[in-house]
């Protein structure tokens, strides 16, 4: 009898796109509802429903702030709403003007310029609101009321648009920009013949694909096209801007399926999952999720995927419409500290964003089901503090729901499934008997967890489960099941409310002979 110690449970994550027996011990053939950091193995945190229940379904949203309040910002097709944390405020733009007209899949882009909220759909005018809820959102200053802009985001003391159509001609090549603004004013000119001004605009030809985004990166904009990307510096004086060619022949899927964090810019492209800080992309799905993602995400729906950060878990989710869905029912979950892939199930998403709740939860140590050394959560920290930047999601439902919250996901207990198959230990001919397993389990004492072995004979072949055991934390320490195979399979399964997390495990196995 051998005992073979399975260490550090989360340090390869959930590589569904390798063959399982090709893969480390401690990596997981198939996750859902885990991550993996820190070295754990772990169930995700819970969502819970935040502010008023929305008057609309919302398929935008952003967080905003003035000297005096914040906010949250979110729209619909029609109508645009904004939510401090106690009160509900319709500001469609002002009575006695039309309501939106752009449809679920004209995605609204925007941001806060100099102070001012901005918002675009591509179909209307765009938008602007100083951040009084006794004014409406209202028609974008200077900006000729025969263009559109497929994309517009705020950028240093300039409003930047993108893919630009002049009285239904489209110039899908062409980057438009305002004068300078000065702080809590909005751009006077968009003009670019007003020589008194440094407004302008730009043709991006070099690439036949047509412009779709844009974020930035430090002191540098970084354009998207559907195929490629370049920078867009400030230098001043007559050209204002310098644009050139970032390596690299990628670009976006869709409007918001870029986030920024320390390691760079992580980008949903048509085929891949990248990250790159203005020089050459490195993907971070290939061998990983990239089938995984790309065999699920809808056919027809794809652009309404978007890319967001749960700052406070130092994660970049990638959410998609999976196969037959309408709005995004699963996310890829990166962690940038870890370099670890994970899967969360979500609640009908339509758009995420990080950012300050306004609002406290009052939790208490007193009340939680964990320990010191078992609770999920961070000493001192408050899952609505509005000194933290959570991530938020409208849903179709419609909610704005608050994620990592709680333990459950919107009132349900999750299910939550760890798999590994194909264990050989470096002896692929050799026929195994596991009689024992020792899970190394941090969790509320009491959360009850189900736990399976398996075996196969051959690596193609699913492995045949032993008959589940319950594991109760805190009173089990050990599963005695048994099972044979060349290849072996461990399974945990919590269909319960607490979170939990696994650090390590023993399994007790016998070697025979290649029969």
Known sequence: MTVVTVPSAGQFGYIPDAEPQELPPNAWSYAKNMRFKD??????????????????????????????????????????????????????RAAGATPYTGGVDDRWTGGSASGIAILNNGIDLPQFWAGNVANDFANLTAWDANHRAFAMRPFKQYIVALNITKTGVQFPHMVKWSSAAVPGALPTVWDPATATADAGEQDLAETTDTLIDCLPMGDLNVI???????????????????????????????????????????????????????????????GRVRKFLFDRIDTTNYARSFVCVNQLGHEVWICFPESGATVCTQAVVWNWDSDTFGVRELPNATYGASGGIGVTSGATWAASAYTWATHP????????????????????????????????????????????????????ESVKTVSKI??????????????????????????????????????????????????????????????????????????????
């Open 39 to 92: 070295g754990y193995a772990e169930r995700f945190a819970g969502s819970a429903t935040a502010f008023t229940t929305p008057a609309i379904t919302p398929y935008f949203l952003m967080p905003f702030r003035n000297l005096n309040s914040k906010f949250w910002i979110y729209a619909g097709i029609a109508s645009v709403y904004c939510d401090d944390g106690t009160t509900r405020t319709d500001l469609t």
């Open 377 to 428: 959560g961070t000493w001192s920290s408050d899952v609505l503090s509005a000194a933290e930047a959570q991530l938020v999601v409208s849903c179709s439902t419609p909610t704005l729901t608050v994620m990592e919250s709680g333990l459950q996901f919107n009132g349900v207990n999750p299910t939550a499934v760890l798999e590994r198959t194909g264990l050989a230990f470096d002896k692929p």
């Open 224 to 286: 998207y096209k559907e195929r490629s990307m370049y920078g867009m510096q400030y230098i001043g004086g007559t050209f204002v801007w310098r644009f050139f060619r970032l390596p690299g022949e990628t670009g976006m899927l869709a409007r918001g399926c870029v986030a920024d964090t320390p390691k760079g810019h992580v980008v949903l492209t048509a085929g891949d999952v990248i990250v790159h800080s203005g020089q050459g992309p490195t993907s971070i799905s290939q």
């Open 438 to 515: 020792i899970p190394r389990i941090d969790a509320a004492a009491g959360t009850v967890l189900t736990i399976e072995v398996g075996g196969s004979m051959d690596a193609e072949v699913q492995p045949t489960y032993s008959p589940p055991f319950s594991y109760t934390v805190g009173t089990s320490y050990s599963v005695d099941a048994y099972a044979t195979g060349r290849f072996l399979a461990f399974r945990i399964t919590s269909t319960g409310q607490n979170a939990w997390r696994l650090k390590s495990f023993d399994m007790y196995i016998k070697t025979h002979g290649g029969y």
